[in-house]
Structure formats: structure tokens, C-alpha cells
């Protein structure tokens, strides 16, 4: 009875562990994606700075971005992060084909909304804001 009861705690605790957690040198280049998923909002923008090399890297399952992450997980500070960084690739998709602008779906945060737009649309919006609005009415 006593080696199930520690066979059972053994088991909750590995259910418990994130998919990350104790992997070491594999999962390192993936502690971005961790801090994200976790919202260790500090952390990841400390990764972010140290190791830009993360800011495009995809969870090994769902292809999923930091970015794309951020944005379902609602977390305005590290979209802003990620979006400033100019290594970002944002048009990155997914394992299920979703650039992180699609994730905008999962959002009601007008100023997330405007932040992964603008930067998903630059030339677009340059192009609109050097267009007078009077040329259009002639």
C-alpha cells in the first residue's frame, strides 16, 4: 500500500511539472516560450534582451511563437516587447497556419490589437499616413 501511495505521488508530480520544467540544456532555448506561457512577464523581456535569438522560436508541438502566446495569453507588456524587437518575425505562423495577427481573434485589448497591426501592417499604415486626404477628394 505504502509504494502505491508513493507511485501516485510520484505520478501527481510529473503530471504537475510543466512541459519545460527540469530538461535543462534541451529546453533552454525554449525558457522564452516557458515565461511566456507562464506570464513571467519580467523574465521574458529579460530573455528577450539577453537571448534575441528566442524571440522566433516555436514550441516543438503547436509551432507556437512567444508572440503568438502572448497575444492569446493577454499579456500586453510582452507583445510590446516582442513586436518592438526587430528579430521578430511577424508573420510567423504556426503549426496550425495562424500568423500572430490571427491570434488577435482571442483579444479584446484595443491597444494589443493596434500594437501587433501596426507592426503587421507598417507599410501599409506608412503608406496611408503619407497620403493626404485631400488627394482622395479631387
Do not use: W
Not at 36 to 55: L, M, N, S
Not at 88 to 109: A, E, H, Q, S
Amino acid at each position: 500500500m505504502k509504494v502505491a501511495h508513493q507511485f501516485k505521488q510520484i505520478a501527481d508530480r510529473r503530471a504537475a511539472r510543466s512541459l519545460f520544467e527540469g530538461r535543462g540544456a534541451r529546453t533552454q532555448p525554449l525558457s522564452l516560450l516557458q515565461a511566456v506561457y507562464f506570464d513571467r512577464t519580467e523574465r521574458a523581456k529579460a530573455i528577450i534582451e539577453a537571448d534575441p535569438g528566442q524571440v522566433n522560436q516555436q514550441d516543438p508541438f503547436t509551432g507556437l511563437t512567444p508572440l503568438h502566446v502572448a497575444i492569446f495569453r493577454q499579456n500586453v507588456e510582452v507583445v510590446r516587447a516582442l513586436v518592438a524587437h526587430p528579430r521578430t518575425d511577424i508573420n510567423l505562423r504556426d503549426g496550425f497556419n495562424r500568423r500572430p495577427i490571427d491570434m488577435c481573434v482571442y483579444t479584446r485589448d484595443e491597444e494589443m490589437f493596434l500594437i501587433v497591426v501596426g507592426r503587421t501592417h507598417q507599410k501599409e499604415l506608412l503608406e496611408l499616413n503619407n497620403t493626404s486626404a485631400v488627394s482622395h477628394i479631387r
